[in-house]
């Protein structure tokens, strides 16, 4: 019979206060945490993007600050959830100083516990783990909704490819900043 785990414990603001390309391949192998409705939702991460601010012409921070836009320019450490094509919510992790408004997207998550359908690509991730709107702005260094280290670290191998669907922004859209795990079947575009 497998231990009681205690609940997990959120990763400092520090740890987002960094580079965005060190924080998003940090990320990789991380939990993902959501409890909510009584349940502990938690998926490891496996496939993230980096934006890197406002002159990156793929992040949504290249437009300036905007309502849609005012959690990605900080402080590091808060959840910039967003809906895309009026469907589907997509969640982002804040990095680096306030004001600077760079952003990991996480695209993919590996099911651990209590989630409910499909976890590769941004908009399923959410949906399996009841990430939504309400959300947007969330501190990620709380308890309830956070990211955590995992119980017990594995060494990983980092795959290093363009983005996926940024073909507007130009030299942008060929810049190598999606990271995944190599070989993990939850990644949502190999």
């Given at each position: 019979?497998?231990?009681?785990?205690?609940?997990?414990?959120?990763?400092?603001?520090?740890?987002?206060?960094?580079?965005t390309?060190?924080?998003?391949?940090?990320?990789?192998?991380?939990?993902?945490?959501?409890?909510?409705?009584?349940?502990?939702?938690?998926?490891?991460?496996?496939?993230?993007?980096?934006?890197?601010?406002?002159?990156?012409?793929?992040?949504?921070?290249?437009?300036g600050?905007?309502?849609?836009?005012?959690?990605?320019?900080?402080?590091?450490?808060?959840?910039?959830?967003?809906?895309?094509?009026?469907?589907?919510?997509?969640?982002?992790?804040?990095?680096?100083?306030?004001?600077?408004?760079?952003?990991?997207?996480?695209?993919?998550?590996?099911?651990?516990?209590?989630?409910?359908?499909?976890?590769?690509?941004?908009?399923r991730?959410?949906?399996?783990?009841?990430?939504?709107?309400?959300?947007?702005?969330?501190?990620?260094?709380?308890?309830?909704?956070?990211?955590?280290?995992?119980?017990?670290p594995?060494?990983?191998?980092?795959?290093?490819?363009?983005?996926?669907?940024?073909?507007?922004?130009?030299?942008?859209?060929?810049?190598?900043?999606?990271?995944?795990?190599?070989?993990?079947?939850?990644?949502?575009?190999?």
């Amino acid at each position: 019979m497998a231990p009681n785990h205690p609940r997990s414990k959120a990763l400092p603001r520090a740890f987002y206060d960094r580079d965005t390309v060190a924080v998003a391949k940090d990320l990789l192998g991380k939990q993902l945490v959501h409890v909510s409705g009584g349940a502990e939702r938690i998926g490891r991460i496996v496939e993230v993007e980096a934006y890197l601010g406002p002159h990156d012409l793929a992040s949504h921070s290249s437009r300036g600050l905007t309502a849609r836009t005012r959690v990605m320019f900080g402080p590091p450490g808060h959840a910039y959830v967003y809906m895309v094509y009026g469907l589907h919510c997509c969640m982002n992790v804040v990095t680096e100083r306030d004001g600077h408004a760079s952003a990991v997207l996480i695209r993919a998550v590996e099911p651990v516990k209590n989630t409910e359908g499909s976890t590769r690509g941004p908009g399923r991730l959410c949906k399996a783990m009841q990430i939504d709107r309400r959300l947007n702005g969330h501190d990620l260094t709380s308890d309830d909704f956070h990211i955590a280290d995992p119980p017990v670290p594995e060494p990983l191998s980092i795959v290093t490819k363009p983005r996926v669907g940024v073909d507007y922004a130009g030299r942008w859209a060929r810049r190598r900043l999606r990271f995944y795990i190599r070989g993990n079947p939850f990644v949502s575009k190999p």
